[in-house]
C-alpha cells in the first residue's frame, strides 16, 4: 500500500514508519527539518506553508492513505495552532477529495470534542470536523499521553520522577490514561485494512491513573525504590507563572497547558478493546 505520513519525524511518525516498512508499506514522508534514519521517499516542507489544495495534489500521486500525525503542543511565531491543525490538514483534505486517495487517518487528541476549552483542542477538532463530513473513509484517532522510548515529553516526565522532591501541580489528583505508542502504531495499521470505516477512537490505557501515581509507577519502572517526596504547587500560582513567563515561551508551563492538565484527560477503554478485538 502506498502512503502519505504527514509529521513524519515526530515521536508518533518515526515509530509508525519503522512499522510500516517492516510490514512492506511504500512510504512517502513530509518532513520539515528532523531527518529521517529510514530509506523512504522524503518530502521536505514547512507544513506551515501548506494552506491551498495546489499545495498537496503533486505529493498525493499514486497515494493510497494518508497519515497525518502533525501537531504542536505550543503555539510560536512561524506555527500556530489554526494553520497547523486547521487550516493545513482541512487543505490535505480537500486535496485527497480531489485525488485518487482512498482512506485518511487522522492522528488528533483525546479532548478535541464538544467540550474543548483550549486551541489545541479547539483546531484539533476543526480539522477533524471536516474530515468527518468529507467522501472520504476516513478514521479519526484520539489519543490521550502517548509513551515510549524516544519520546520528548516521557523523557521529561522520567526525569520528574526521578527528582528528590517532585512538583505537583495542583496536588497532582487530575486523572490520565496513558498509551503506549505501539498500542496506537498497532491501531494506525489495523485502520489502514479495516472494512468498517468512519470511526472516531478514543486511544487511552485500560485504566485511569492520577498524575501523582503515575509518577510513582514511572519511578518504579526505573528501579527507583525510595519513597518518593512531593512538593505541590497549587493551580493559582501555576496560572500566574505561566502568565509571568509566557515571553519566555515554556511549552509545558502554558496557560492552556495548565487548562488541559486541570481537565481528567480520561475516555472509554471498552470501545478501544473492542476495535482490536474484531475482525479486520
Same mark, same amino acid.
Given at each position: ?38 530509506n523512504v521517499k522524503v ?21 493510497? *492513505? ?6 504542536? $503542543?505550543? @503555539? ?6 489554526? #494553520?497547523? !491543525?486547521? =487550516? ?66 516521557y523523557k521529561f516526565f ?20 496513558? *498509551? ?6 498497532? $491501531?494506525? @495499521? ?6 468498517? #470505516?468512519? !470511526?472516531? =477512537? ?79
Amino acid at each position: 500500500m502506498n502512503l502519505l505520513i504527514t509529521g513524519a519525524s515526530g515521536f508518533i511518525g518515526r515509530n509508525l514508519i519503522e512499522s510500516l516498512l517492516a510490514s512492506g508499506h511504500n512510504i512517502s514522508a513530509c518532513i520539515h527539518k528532523t531527518e529521517l534514519p529510514f530509506n523512504v521517499k522524503v518530502f521536505k516542507f514547512d507544513y506551515a506553508q501548506m494552506l491551498k489544495v495546489t499545495d498537496w495534489l503533486p505529493y498525493l500521486t499514486g497515494i493510497d *492513505v494518508v497519515i497525518n500525525c502533525v501537531g504542536i $503542543i505550543a @503555539e510560536n511565531k512561524k506555527h500556530s495552532f489554526d #494553520v497547523m !491543525q486547521a =487550516i493545513a490538514p482541512i487543505a490535505l483534505f480537500k486535496a485527497c477529495e480531489k485525488t485518487q486517495v482512498k482512506r485518511v487517518i487522522q492522528i488528533s487528541a483525546l479532548g478535541a470534542d464538544d467540550s474543548a476549552l483550549v486551541a489545541y483542542h479547539k483546531t484539533k477538532k476543526q480539522a477533524d470536523y471536516y474530515l468527518r463530513n468529507s467522501c472520504l473513509e476516513w478514521f479519526v484517532l484520539r489519543p490521550s499521553l502517548v509513551y515510549g522510548g524516544g519520546g520528548k515529553s516521557y523523557k521529561f516526565f522520567q526525569k520528574l520522577s526521578r527528582l528528590p522532591l517532585i512538583p505537583l501541580i495542583g496536588g497532582g489528583e487530575q486523572h490520565i490514561q496513558p *498509551v503506549h505508542v505501539d498500542v496506537l502504531i498497532q $491501531i494506525i @495499521e489495523k485502520s489502514l485494512l479495516m472494512k468498517k #470505516v468512519n !470511526q472516531t =477512537i478514543d486511544v487511552v490505557g485500560p485504566q485511569a491513573i492520577s498524575y501523582k501515581d503515575w509518577m510513582i509507577k514511572l519511578r518504579q519502572e526505573q528501579s527507583i525504590h525510595s519513597k518518593p517526596r512531593f512538593v505541590r504547587f497549587p493551580m493559582g500560582l501555576m496560572q500566574f507563572m505561566a502568565k509571568l513567563l509566557k515571553p519566555l515561551n515554556l511549552q509545558l508551563l502554558s496557560k492552556d497547558n495548565l487548562t488541559m492538565l486541570q481537565q481528567n484527560n480520561v475516555g472509554d477503554y471498552l470501545p478501544l478493546k473492542n476495535f482490536l478485538e474484531n475482525e479486520v
